[in-house]
């Protein structure tokens, strides 16, 4: 059974981030900008992209360094490590923000094949090991409803990922102990949104619904930190 969705977290003053494919740290610098004059201690993990363990290692080393109740997020493939990372003892609750929210020993990529297939998929290229989106999937596909200058400027920082980190499966599922909280990318062309919304409904999370492409945590930074703010206790 999943965390109820009732469940009212303690009060945390730490948080971490954690992205996902195509970005970097920096793409959650909007956020940070609403948590940080609240009095949280923020800190974006630099996901390696390698492979998922190396991942989930990079968030742990994070959490062993906050000292009290921290809220988890990941927004994209980087819900794969919140799901994972979610059991440190540290973590309080999970945010999941248009995210990949998968159960133990489950294989995501196969359930995502029952929706149908987002355009992002067709625009990722691939140089060896190394995987990224096209210029035209990222600003069309990725970035959609984000400022072309700013779109462009993410486009240029673009952080490649390896193909081994696709093919990582996790062994616990976090969300099924602690509470979670979900926002919905309704215009994502990335992540399908039925698939976003049906990992909501199956954590039963607290979730939220934005007009938003893939990249809502910079087209709607102040919903995205209200929500994590509502599971930080702050809400």
């Known amino acids: 059974m999943a965390a109820p969705a009732s469940s009212r977290p303690p009060k945390a003053r730490d948080i971490v981030l954690m992205h996902g494919l195509f970005a970097d740290g920096s793409c959650w610098n909007d956020v940070i900008s609403f948590l940080q004059p609240k009095g949280l201690n923020v800190t974006s993990v630099q996901n390696p992209l390698s492979t998922l363990p190396q991942s989930v290692a990079a968030a742990v080393r994070v959490l062993d360094r906050q000292d009290g109740p921290t809220v988890l997020v990941g927004h994209s493939f980087g819900g794969m490590i919140v799901t994972q990372a979610g059991m440190h003892r540290s973590v309080s609750a999970l945010v999941y923000i248009a995210a990949r929210a998968p159960d133990a020993n489950e294989d995501f990529a196969a359930l995502a094949k029952t929706y149908p297939t987002p355009p992002a998929s067709a625009g990722i290229v691939y140089d060896g090991e190394e995987g990224r989106l096209t210029e035209e999937a990222f600003l069309r596909d990725f970035a959609g409803d984000v400022p072309e200058a700013r779109a462009q400027l993410l486009y240029a920082t673009q952080y490649p990922f390896q193909k081994a980190l696709l093919a990582g499966t996790v062994t616990d599922a976090a969300w099924r102990s602690k509470p979670a909280y979900y926002a ?48 930080a206790g702050h809400g």
């Open 184 to 231: 919905v990318s309704a215009e994502d062309r990335t992540i399908n949104p039925e698939l976003q919304r049906y990992l909501a409904r199956r954590m039963e999370a607290k979730t939220i619904e934005l007009p938003a492409s893939h990249l809502s945590i910079i087209s709607h930074p102040r919903e995205v930190s209200e929500l994590i703010l509502e599971a």
